[in-house]
């Protein structure tokens, strides 16, 4: 049901009572009235009659007929005269008015009153005086049936401008549920115009705050889906292009130790041969053989130390634990003013090879980032399993990190490779955090999933 229809039926019944109870009160006034009336001309002329009647009487029943006769229809009542055998003699004309006109039994019956006789015995008979109240009750029903006539038009006048009132103030509320019915079919920048009326123009100015509110929220999200693909597509490309890159490194630092080292042992090698057949015979040949000799012995510890950086080979032929012993024990060698502890509690975990080799290169840029930045004197490496993944912390107590160093470049010497790990890690499913430590220096956290986040190929 609609609600102009509610509204119209709400007034329609409103009024219909309203016109119901005037109309009962103007039936208790007639009721009232008409009893009033015939009571009143039944008691006169009772009263009248009782008084001529001897009078008449005295005379004889001829007298007294011709006075009936004379006398005529008295209104509201029927006068009979009987003689003393109980023969009529005389009884009342109709009456002339409303000739053939009658009220509705209902209507005689609720507003008429009850019969009244008046009975008055003489010597020669009997008058016999009764109420009639069908006069009365005519003109009762003809003001009854104007009064319904006027209150039935008033009824029917008042609902056809109730419903065309309530239809003009309903009206835009029609056009907010059709607003809303292309909102819900997908027109998302529907707007309402300036409606009539307060409450209108409060809700029609609502929901067109709404629309604005929706559409800018919808632009917001719509945005951030293309930047969380963007977002996606670049770590997908950065994970994509890491593989690549550790496949290179990998073939690299396998070429530097297959080839080049043989190659540079081989050289060493002829270098010492040469030095001993020339001892004694050739001090020109053997110094250069011997100088050839030591050139190659450093170059081989150079590629050596450069190997591990470009590619871990000990990771892949050991595991992790391995690795990470083999990188703390070259730390030491390499800078033997600093104390690099190590604890390893992983049990018997395995990793995934893209997990490993993101654990490891996250405590060889720590190491690296405190000892370079920072001019740590104690680092400790510790990696634990936990209930759902591993975590690495490298902690020093060196200087620290400086205010704003997330804000640098690479330009301005910034710590590129914490931020190459961080989006490695992320790729992974994984969280890292790096911080100041009290009293001083830093720790750098890893945690990664014991199941990698899926990751998909970039084309």
């Known amino acids: 049901m609609s609600l ?129 109240a069908t006069r009365a009750v005519v003109d009762a029903w003809d003001q009854f049936f104007e009064l319904g006539v006027a209150a039935l038009s008033l009824l029917v006048a008042v609902n056809v401008v109730v419903f065309w009132m309530v239809g003009r103030t309903v009206k835009p509320f029609g056009q907010i549920v059709a607003a809303l019915g292309r909102i819900e079919a997908g027109e998302l920048d529907v707007k309402l115009p300036v409606l009539p009326g307060t409450e209108a123009a409060a809700i029609g100015a609502a929901f067109n705050r709404m629309v604005d509110g929706v559409g800018a929220r919808l632009e917001a999200e719509r945005r951030a889906g293309e930047a969380e693909r963007e977002l996606s597509d670049r770590r997908q490309l950065a994970h994509w292009i890491d593989r690549h890159l550790e496949q290179e490194r990998r073939l690299i630092a396998r070429e530097l130790h297959d080839e080049l080292g043989q190659s540079v042992t081989a050289i060493r090698s002829l270098a010492l041969s040469i030095a001993q057949r020339s001892a004694g015979r050739d001090d020109q040949a053997e110094k250069a053989a011997t100088v050839i000799a030591e050139e190659s012995s450093r170059l081989y510890d150079a590629m050596h130390g450069l190997i591990p950086r470009l590619a871990p080979l000990v990771l892949d032929a050991f595991g992790l634990a391995d690795a990470l012993r083999d990188l703390v024990e070259r730390t030491r060698v390499s800078q033997p003013q600093a104390s690099v502890a190590l604890e390893l509690q992983l049990g018997d975990v395995q990793l995934g090879n893209e997990a490993t080799l993101a654990l490891y290169r996250a405590a060889q840029e720590g190491l690296t980032n405190a000892l370079r930045h920072g001019q740590a004197k104690s680092l400790r490496v510790s990696l634990r399993a ?74």
């Open 386 to 459: 936990e209930d759902e993944g591993a975590r690495l912390e490298v902690r020093d107590d060196g200087q620290g990190l400086a205010p704003g160093w997330r804000d640098k470049t690479a330009e301005d010497g910034g710590h590129y490779g914490l931020r190459w790990l961080q989006e490695r890690v992320e790729v992974l499913g994984g969280r890292l955090s790096i911080a100041n430590a009290a009293p001083r220096g830093a720790r750098l956290q890893v945690w990664l999933p014991f199941s990698p986040a899926p990751l998909e190929e970039a084309t």
């Open 4 to 132: 102009r229809l509610k509204i119209h039926l709400i007034v329609g019944v409103l009024v219909t009572l309203f016109v119901g109870a005037v109309i009962g009160l103007q039936l208790g006034n007639m009721r009232d009235s008409v009893r009033e009336e015939v009571v009143a001309a039944n008691r006169v002329a009772s009263q009248l009659l009782n008084r001529t009647v001897w009078l008449q009487a005295a005379q004889g029943t001829p007298a007294m007929v011709g006075f009936l006769q004379g006398l005529g229809r008295v209104r509201s009542n029927e006068i009979a005269l009987y003689d003393a055998e109980g023969r009529l003699l005389y009884e009342s004309p109709p009456s002339p008015y409303k000739v053939g006109r009658d009220a509705p039994g209902w209507f005689a019956q609720l507003v008429g009153p009850p019969p009244s006789t008046q009975s008055i015995a003489f010597p020669d008979g009997r008058l016999v005086v009764q109420s009639n």
